[in-house]
C-alpha cells in the first residue's frame, strides 16, 4: 500500500509539473540561444509494461557520437549511415550529463532509404523500458517501418524538466532532444521531414512543448495525458498539427483541469489546452464532434494553416492511461480498448510530414 501511495503522489506531482513548466520554459529557450550567440557552439512511472518485442535480445549500453556525419548538412537525411537493425540500447553526453536512450530499428531497415523518427517519452517516475512495452511502439515499428527512441529522463524518480531552473537537479531536456535527433540521424537514414514526439504524462507534457520548442525539426505531436500549451513558449513557433488523448476520470491530470485531482494540484483543462493550439494553427474554431465507440468521442478543429489540424480523442470513463494498452493499471483508472493511441498516432503522424 505504501509502494501504490507513494507512486500516486509521484504521479500526481507530474500533473503540477505540466502547468508550472509552460510560462518556465520560454525563459530557457531564451538564455540557451543568448549562450549560443555568445559562445558559437550549442550543447547540446506513468507506465506499466505489456508483452515485450520477441526475438529481440537486450542488448548493452553503448556510447553514441552524436556529430553528424562529414558530408551530411543539417535538416538532410544522412544515407551513408551504417547503423544496423535491432534494438539498441545507446548513450551520449548532452550538456555534461551522459543520457541513455533504447531505440528500435526495424528489420526493413535500409540505409539507403530515408525513415521517419518517432520519440516516446515515459511519464514521471517512469522509466524507457516501462514506456517501450506499454506503448508497444517497437512491434508497430517493425510492422510499418519507422525507427523509435525511447529515451530515459534523469533524477530520482526520473522526469522531464518542462518547467525551468528552479528545479533541483534540473538538466535541459530540450537540448538533449535536439541533441538525440542529431545523434541518431549521424548512424541512420532518417527522413528530417518526418520527426515527431509523443509521450503521457510528464512526458506527454515533454511531447507537447517539443512542438514549441523543437517546433523546426517536430513534424507532429502525440501527447497523451497531458497536453499542455503555452503562449509565451509557442508565440514564435509555426503551426504543429496536434492528435491528443485524454481520459474524463483522469485523476492525476483532471480533463476539466482547475484545482482538481487527488491532491488538487492545479492543471490547465484539456479543452482549453486544444483550442489554444487549434488558434495557435489558425484553424476554424468550430469544434467538430464524433461519436467513434461507445466510450471514445473524436473533438476536432480543421481548416487550419499548413494542414495542422488539432484533434483530441476523448475517453469517457477513462483514467491516467494509455488507450489500447494491453495492461490494465487499476491504480491509474480505465484502460479504454476501443481504440489505440499507438495506431492512432502514427496513422496521424504519417499524414503530417513537416512542411
Known sequence: MRIRQTALLLLALAASLLLTGCE???????????????????EARAGAPSAPVESVAEPTATPLDATVAPGTAPGTANCSALGE???????????????????????????????????????????????????????LAEREGFIVATPEGTNDPQRWYIYGQAEAGYVDDFAFVDQLIDAISARYCIDPSRIYATGISNGGGMSSLLGCELNHRIAAIAPVAGSPYSELLCRDAGPMPVVAFHGTDDELVPFEGGPG??????????????RDWAEHNGCNLTLQTERIAEDVVLESYG?????????????????????????????????????SATEIAWRFFSDHPRH
Open 24 to 42: 518556465k520554459a520560454r525563459e530557457q529557450r531564451e538564455a540557451r540561444q543568448a549562450a549560443a550567440d555568445a559562445t558559437s557552439t550549442v
Open 85 to 139: 537493425p535491432g534494438l539498441h540500447i545507446e548513450t551520449l553526453n548532452a550538456g555534461g550529463v551522459d543520457r541513455t536512450y533504447r531505440l528500435y530499428v526495424p528489420a526493413s531497415y535500409d540505409a539507403s532509404t530515408a525513415m521517419p523518427l518517432v520519440l516516446n517519452f515515459h511519464g514521471f517516475a517512469s522509466n524507457a523500458l516501462e514506456q517501450e512495452r506499454y506503448t508497444d511502439f517497437p512491434s
Open 261 to 274: 485531482g487527488r491532491l488538487g494540484l492545479p492543471v490547465t483543462g484539456v479543452r482549453g489546452n486544444m
Open 303 to 339: 481548416g487550419c494553416a499548413d494542414g495542422a489540424g488539432v484533434h483530441l480523442y476523448v475517453i469517457e470513463g477513462g483514467g491516467h492511461t494509455w488507450p489500447g494498452a494491453s495492461r490494465d493499471i487499476a491504480l491509474l483508472g480505465e484502460t479504454t480498448q476501443s481504440i
